[in-house]
């Protein structure tokens, strides 16, 4: 528990000294976002069903690509378990909401 708190508080800090950085950060994940719609919107029909299930799609598919991706990185150097990855996903999916609400 401690170290989540001292984790937090690190985490904020760096946010408030390079808000840029992060920024930069939502921007990207927003533009992912985007382009991957983009190419589901290729696939499937331009209705309201169609865009639905492009948005869906990609909400889901970003967060499990970076979920999926830090798992195996972390599997690859150090040969631990995984179970994190569902939080992984989570937060991802979390900061995804998020700029979608805010663009």
Do not use: D, E
């Not at 991957?36 to 690509?65: E, Y």
């Not at 991706?69 to 996903?89: D, E, G, R, Y």
Request: charged share 5%; net charge positive; hydrophobic share 65%.
């Amino acid at each position: 528990m401690i170290i989540q708190i001292i984790l937090l508080i690190a985490l904020s800090i760096v946010v408030v000294i390079w808000p840029s950085f992060f920024t930069y950060l939502l921007h990207g994940l927003h533009r992912v976002y985007a382009y991957l719609v983009h190419w589901l919107g290729l696939i499937f029909s331009h209705s309201h069903i169609g865009h639905l299930i492009q948005s869906t799609l990609a909400l889901l598919i970003i967060p499990l690509i970076a979920g999926i991706i830090c798992a195996v990185c972390l599997k690859l150097m150090q040969k631990k378990n995984t179970s994190f990855m569902i939080q992984i996903v989570w937060i991802v999916w979390m900061l995804l909401v998020a700029t979608i609400a805010l663009a």
